[in-house]
């Protein structure tokens, strides 16, 4: 059974820790959560990990160019979860992102009453293709907006994160905090790879090469998400605001205990729409530090 818990309007759009219980429609009651973790594990065990290091050249296509790369075991995996999922729950609905290159009309399931599946079945293409276990399948579910529970899988890693709104979040069962950077501090943060940033995103990223912070490149987006619940990474600052991409992590960090927040001071938004860069980060004074630096060179 899924709960439904909204973040009250507290003024505070970086503090994730002040909710009220909401009813939820009742088609989403029944839902078996420990269901849709085995489907995830099973999408990876039958179509992702059988092709980890196994690609022919032909199994790999550019999108938008040649950092922006498809391959059959994303499609296959996003055929597998929809299926799947869809069957779990009645009534739903997938925004998936391969479905969605092939048809954007698919992303107005975000705006409809239906409950959705936000699906990003390999997460970290390039780290996949080339070989590097840095990767990870990430399902959310939403509903009028919001995310309810998610999951992040790092099958090559043998980590899977599940997340519940208003009830926590647990790696391998066990659960996830992600505590606050010590005093002073340098902290580290993930930030859009400069591959897919123009120059005025690189310009206002840049404002985070200052003392106290260490920015890098991100990784698989899912798998910095987890790296901030472990505590292992205190932020991110991210230029692009693809749903596949985000659900699943940000509501990891907030179940964890951490915050985020875009440079207009309003919470991200799964629909889109949502100015630009944002952050996400171990707790609500992180938050607006790295938010502060951005905003001021926006």
Same mark, same amino acid.
């Given at each position: 059974?899924?709960?439904?818990?909204?973040?009250?309007?507290?003024?505070?759009?970086?503090?994730?820790?002040?909710?009220?219980?909401?009813?939820?429609?009742?088609?989403?009651?029944?839902?078996?959560?420990?269901?849709?973790?085995?489907?995830?594990?099973?999408?990876?065990?039958?179509?992702?990990?059988?092709?980890?290091?196994?690609?022919?050249?032909?199994?790999?296509?550019?999108?938008?160019?040649?950092?922006?790369?498809?391959?059959?075991?994303?499609?296959?995996?996003?055929?597998?979860?929809?299926?799947?999922?869809?069957?779990?729950?009645?009534?739903?609905?997938?925004?998936?992102?391969?479905?969605?290159?092939?048809?954007?009309?698919?992303?107005?399931?975000?705006?409809?009453?239906?409950?959705?599946?936000?699906?990003?079945?390999?997460?970290?293409?390039?780290?996949?293709?080339?070989?590097?276990?840095?990767?990870?399948?990430?399902?959310?579910?939403?509903?009028?907006?919001?995310?309810?529970?998610?999951?992040?899988?790092?099958?090559?890693?043998?980590?899977?994160?599940?997340?519940?709104?208003?009830?926590?979040?647990?790696?391998?069962?066990?659960?996830?905090?992600?505590?606050?950077?010590?005093?002073?501090?340098?902290?580290?943060?993930?930030?859009?790879?400069?591959?897919?940033?123009?120059?005025?995103?690189?310009?206002?990223?840049?404002?985070? +090469?200052?003392?106290?912070?260490?920015?890098?490149?991100?990784?698989?987006?899912?798998?910095?998400?987890?790296?901030?619940?472990?505590?292992?990474?205190?932020?991110?600052?991210?230029?692009?605001?693809?749903?596949?991409?985000?659900?699943?992590?940000?509501?990891?960090?907030?179940?964890?205990?951490?915050?985020?927040?875009?440079?207009?001071?309003?919470?991200?938004?799964?629909?889109?729409?949502?100015?630009?860069?944002?952050?996400?980060?171990?707790?609500? +004074?992180?938050?607006?530090?790295?938010?502060?630096?951005?905003?001021?060179?926006?």
């Amino acid at each position: 059974m899924i709960e439904a818990l909204r973040t009250q309007d507290t003024g505070d759009t970086t503090n994730s820790t002040d909710v009220t219980t909401t009813p939820f429609s009742p088609e989403l009651t029944g839902l078996d959560l420990a269901a849709v973790e085995a489907a995830v594990r099973r999408a990876a065990a039958d179509e992702i990990m059988p092709r980890f290091r196994q690609l022919a050249a032909e199994d790999i296509v550019e999108k938008n160019g040649p950092h922006d790369l498809v391959t059959v075991a994303d499609r296959r995996a996003e055929e597998h979860l929809t299926a799947a999922l869809t069957a779990l729950l009645p009534g739903s609905r997938v925004v998936g992102e391969e479905a969605v290159h092939a048809d954007p009309s698919v992303l107005d399931a975000l705006h409809g009453d239906a409950p959705v599946w936000i699906v990003d079945p390999v997460d970290g293409t390039r780290q996949f293709v080339h070989g590097d276990p840095g990767f990870a399948t990430l399902v959310a579910l939403a509903h009028r907006g919001e995310v309810l529970a998610s999951w992040t899988y790092a099958p090559a890693l043998g980590l899977m994160a599940v997340a519940r709104r208003g009830a926590g979040a647990r790696l391998n069962g066990l659960p996830l905090r992600a505590g606050s950077p010590s005093p002073d501090a340098v902290l580290d943060v993930a930030t859009s790879h400069y591959d897919f940033t123009d120059d005025d995103q690189k310009r206002v990223l840049a404002a985070l +090469e200052t003392g106290g912070i260490a920015p890098r490149p991100c990784g698989s987006a899912g798998l910095e998400y987890l790296h901030i619940a472990r505590g292992e990474l205190d932020a991110t600052a991210f230029s692009w605001e693809n749903a596949w991409d985000h659900a699943a992590g940000l509501l990891l960090v907030h179940e964890a205990g951490g915050a985020s927040g875009t440079v207009a001071g309003q919470p991200f938004r799964i629909e889109g729409g949502n100015a630009l860069p944002f952050t996400a980060a171990r707790d609500a +004074e992180t938050a607006r530090r790295i938010l502060g630096l951005l905003a001021a060179a926006n």
